[in-house]
Structure formats: structure tokens, C-alpha cells
């Protein structure tokens, strides 16, 4: 079913890829990548390293690595389309990189990234809680998780199926990402408002297990 869905989502993405970054979707994403940064706290002073899920046409990336000039950035995406429009408008070659996988399976090491964002990808993804794992395992310890992605709100239910989308879409309320986080072990920060239902919620991973106070103790 999950291995459906994705490949159902990489052939929509593969078609739209090459007009993403055309009109309505320019000023959209635009206005809530540029929202999201002013939440963003990085250190600039170091090499630090960044992951974007779901990072489609690679917007969010090229943005961050404009505002802090050592950051390295690796954006992950299902579909090949997309990363090809990604690695095209690569401003920042060699400090990003565009990597096809799956969010539900990432090709990635243990504790490897200081921060990870996801901005309208989380919606698409058929096993939520095995993407917050995930995220949680890619993550240093202290490290944070951006969320970026419409909330639950007036006649908007839990699960919206669109024509043409390649299958549901999910919308979750604070609390239900809240429910994911804390079972991926990692604690909620804050939820701000960017843009009418799109919501950002902050999420960390706590400096110190606790299994590893429990075997220093
Ligand atoms: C609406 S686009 C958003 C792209 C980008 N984050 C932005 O803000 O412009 C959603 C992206 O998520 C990707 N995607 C959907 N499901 C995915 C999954 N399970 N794993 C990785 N990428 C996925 C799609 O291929 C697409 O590029």
C-alpha cells in the first residue's frame, strides 16, 4: 500500500516538476519559506549541516544557504523530476546536494544532520509516524525539526483525497503532530501561524537520551 502511494505521488511530482516554479506556486511557497526563516535559528559560525524532505524544486535550500554562507544542505525527494529542476538551479554547488529516497526511509546515517525541515511534503506521506522516526534518527542530539505543512482547520477533515494528487493528502492538528513527536522521542518547541492554515511546528531532539542518563548515572 505505502510503496503504491509512493509511486503514485513520484509520477504526479515528475509531471509537475517542470512548472513548479511558475505562478501560483512561486508566490505561495515563496511567502512561506521566507515566513519559516524568520524562525530559523541555525549557528552561522559553523558548517552545519541540513536536511529538506521532500524538498522538491530545492527553493527552500538555495534560501538558507544564502543566509548562512557555511551551512550544508542536503535535500531528499522521491521524485527524479524534481530533483532534476533542484540540481539545475543549484546556487550553491558544492555545499548542496539533491538525493533521490524516500522520507519513510531515508538514505541517511545515524545523528547526521543538525536540523531537518519539511515545507507541503509531510501531507503527502501514507506512514506519518515512521517519517517522524526517521527524522528522529537523522537528528543530533539538540537538533530541531521544522514542520511546515497545513493544519486541521474548519471543514477540512483529517484526510482529503484530491483528483490528480496520486492518492490522500493528510492534514494534522497541532496535538496529533504533537503525538507523532513525542513517540519519534523528540519534544514540541512551538506552533506559529505562516500563512492562513499552513502552520509551522518546531520540534527537538533532546540534547541527552534518556538511556544514556541512565547509563551514566
Ligand atoms: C508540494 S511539493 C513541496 C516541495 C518543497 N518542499 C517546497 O516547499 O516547494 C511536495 C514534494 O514532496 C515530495 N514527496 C512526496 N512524498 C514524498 C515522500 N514520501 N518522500 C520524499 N518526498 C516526497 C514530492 O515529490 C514533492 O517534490
Not at 524538498?55 to 543566509?67: E, V
Request: glycine residues 8%; hydrophobic residues 40%.
Amino acid at each position: 500500500m505505502t510503496a503504491d502511494v509512493l509511486a503514485a505521488k513520484t509520477r504526479v511530482f515528475d509531471q509537475w516538476a517542470p512548472n513548479y516554479d511558475w505562478l501560483f506556486t512561486t508566490v505561495f511557497y515563496q511567502a512561506i519559506h521566507q515566513r519559516l526563516l524568520s524562525y530559523v535559528q541555525l549557528p552561522s559560525n559553523s558548517s552545519t549541516p541540513v536536511l529538506d524532505i521532500g524538498c522538491g524544486t530545492g527553493k527552500l535550500l538555495n534560501r538558507l544557504a544564502a543566509q548562512y554562507p557555511q551551512l550544508q544542505g542536503t535535500g531528499l525527494d522521491l521524485s527524479p523530476e524534481m530533483l532534476r529542476q533542484a540540481r539545475r538551479s543549484n546556487g550553491h554547488r558544492p555545499r548542496l546536494i539533491f538525493v533521490r529516497g524516500a522520507s519513510e526511509t531515508m538514505p541517511f546515517a545515524d545523528h547526521q544532520f543538525q536540523a531537518a525541515f519539511s515545507t507541503i511534503s509531510f501531507l503527502h506521506y501514507p506512514d506519518p509516524q515512521q517519517v517522524f522516526m526517521e527524522i528522529g534518527r537523522v537528528l543530533k542530539p539538540g537538533g530541531q525539526f521544522y514542520l511546515v505543512d497545513y493544519t486541521t482547520f474548519w471543514r477540512l477533515g483529517h484526510q482529503q483525497n484530491v483528483a490528480g494528487l496520486g492518492g490522500p493528502m493528510y492534514f494534522y492538528s497541532p496535538q496529533q503532530r504533537q503525538t507523532l513527536a513525542v513517540n519519534a522521542g523528540l519534544t514540541c518547541k512551538a506552533h506559529h501561524s505562516l500563512l492562513g492554515p499552513v502552520l509551522l511546528s518546531i520540534f527537538q531532539k533532546p540534547r541527552v537520551s534518556v538511556q544514556s542518563e541512565l547509563e551514566t548515572s
